[in-house]
């Protein structure tokens, strides 16, 4: 009985040792075999160090592959505090180069970490002072690549673009909108140290850094110039508080400028004020719209066939009471008798009070939301106003008159833009937007792709046929003719808003607009100009805005290649105006009768012979008096 208590013993000793032995076998497994790779990195990254390399943010381009905002590469300091042998000397030598104090350089030097970036003395370095760091030849001093965000054409688009942080993080406009597509995936040098972080003579391995994604803007470069060009002569000849010129495409909604004054230059964002940076006036501003606003009553009074702009008449005495407020026309004395085109063509408030009357409250208030005002666009920037509009409980006679023409409430340029672009493209409102694409950057294929966007159908394509007329009208015949350009059909609007301090309307400083598209028959670009408080000059929308709108549209011709079109309404010149006048067909003619009938113009001759072979330019064009026109001659 003893014996089999010992063999029972033995054998248990055995069960249990061999249990172990396998316990140990298998643990000897887990971790050579499945906890390997874990085990190996926990174990790396104790005598592993990176030297980071910043990645850098993907390009911005505008429509046509322009580069608009890039990256240059510069240099960082980084120091490994372990590496360093003589603290003291190190921060002495690189203070004086960096021309920073020593103490803030000996406190880098002796942080108890790993690495230590040197933020912000040693960020962003030039070339030359790179070299001298360099040339040190310190150990534990490290130069590594950094990226720099770059804007080529300075203060062009500053609002639109927006500037990055020295940490190379979107801070305002699309760099921060979309600061998640254009980061990148930084990068390192991994190399290795001891338990006191000395380097081990062991061979580096290089992780490269992947750069973020391209943004593909709607924005035209060239346009976006000729506008900034157009504010910054705004800017010399007025001096105003501040100016905006607004391009949008009416068939998709794609922005095709946006220039601001005040601006900035966003590789130098520390210089402005918060204030200018981050005010993007095209989106941002609100005030009263006045007489551009015009446009949604007469598309609404259209829409609801409360007016025939050709039948109806109203006689503007130059005031109209509403309850015990006098309305009062911009021109003394009234315009008299007018079909309602003319009062279109004479922005004439009465007859718009009357408009809006007939409109009555509700269905007005209906049509200025329709239209979109009161809410956001919707547009892919930060910082986009609301607007102020009258509650419709709180909207009484006085209000419903002062709406109609663009007095009491509150809208912003894009608001217009979009509504206007509704009233004259069929009736679609669009949501803006700026990026066409976010692409990758090896492949520039789309990872992102915005598009046109209807919300909604707001009148007819009649209706619509109809606001473009009156407003091609408004430009040959009316307030808008200083938009006018020859062979072109260009429509409009002006506006002169007055400004509330304090709860009164100021006298003498206004905010005068032109809000003006092309070709009128079927639009292609609308264009708004807003300048406050222009100096030196009557402030109407149609002598200030007017011609800057003209200068505008006219580098849209040939930037766009917009055609000639020789059905347009024709323009009564005044006797202070340059005069233009329709080319007679002369091919086919005798050179003799051919010089009766252009004895408006000079004339040059090629070839030889008496007969008119050719002409340039082209008969039926409208030509400015005493210019030169070319014929050339066949026997």
Known sequence: MFKNKINTRVRLVFLVVSLVFLLVIFKVFYIEVIEYDKLSNLASNLWSRNLPIKADRGNIYDRNGLVIATNITTTSLVFIPNQIIDKEAVAKDISEILNVDYEDILAHASKKTSIERVH???????????????????????????????????????????????????LSGLELNYDKYLTGVDGAIKYYSDGKGHRLDLEEVYMAPQSGMNLNLTIDLNLQLAAEKELDNVIDMYDPEDAIILAMSPKTGEILALANRPDFDPNNYQEYSTETINRNLAIWKT???????????????????????????????????????????????????????????????????????????????????????????????????????????????????????????????????????????????????????????????????????????VISKETSDMVRYALESVVANGSGRNAYIENYRVGGKTGTAQKVENGVYLHGNYIVSFIGFMPANAPEIVVYVAINNPKGITQYGGTVSAPIAKNVLTSAIEIFDIKPDLEGMEKEYRWYEDSYVKLPDVIGMSKKDAIKLLKDFKVEYSGTGEIVLYMSPDPGYYVKKGGTIKLMLKD
């Open 287 to 457: 005030y009263e719209p006045g007489s551009t606003f015009k446009i949604m009553t007469l598309a609404a009074s259209l829409e609801e066939k409360e007016v025939n702009l050709f039948e109806d008449t109203f006689y503007d005495s130059g005031s109209v009471k509403v309850e015990n407020a006098r309305i009062k026309c911009w021109k003394s004395g009234g315009h008299g008798a007018q079909t309602f085109l003319n009062v279109v063509e004479n922005s004439c408030n009465p007859g718009f009070v009357l408009l809006g009357q007939k409109l009555g409250t509700e269905r007005l208030y209906k049509y200025v939301n329709k239209f979109g005002f009161g809410t956001k666009t919707g547009i892919d920037l930060n910082g986009e106003g609301t607007g102020i509009l009258f509650s419709l409980d709180k909207m009484g006679p006085v209000e419903t008159a002062t709406t109609a023409f663009g007095q009491g409430i509150s809208v912003t340029p894009i608001q217009q833009v979009r509504g206007v672009s509704a009233a004259v493209n069929g009736g679609e409102l669009l949501k803006p937007f700026i990026v066409k694409t976010v692409s990758e950057p090896e492949t520039n294929s789309p990872i992102v792709e915005n598009k046109k966007t209807v919300l909604a159908n």
């Open 120 to 170: 912000p003395e040693g960020r962003q370095l030039s070339y030359e002072i790179a070299e001298k760091i360099n040339a040190l030849n310190y150990d534990g001093v490290y130069l590594v690549k950094e990226s720099k965000r770059h804007y080529p054409y300075g203060n062009v688009l500053s609002h639109t673009l927006g500037y990055v942080g020295i940490d190379n993080q979107g």
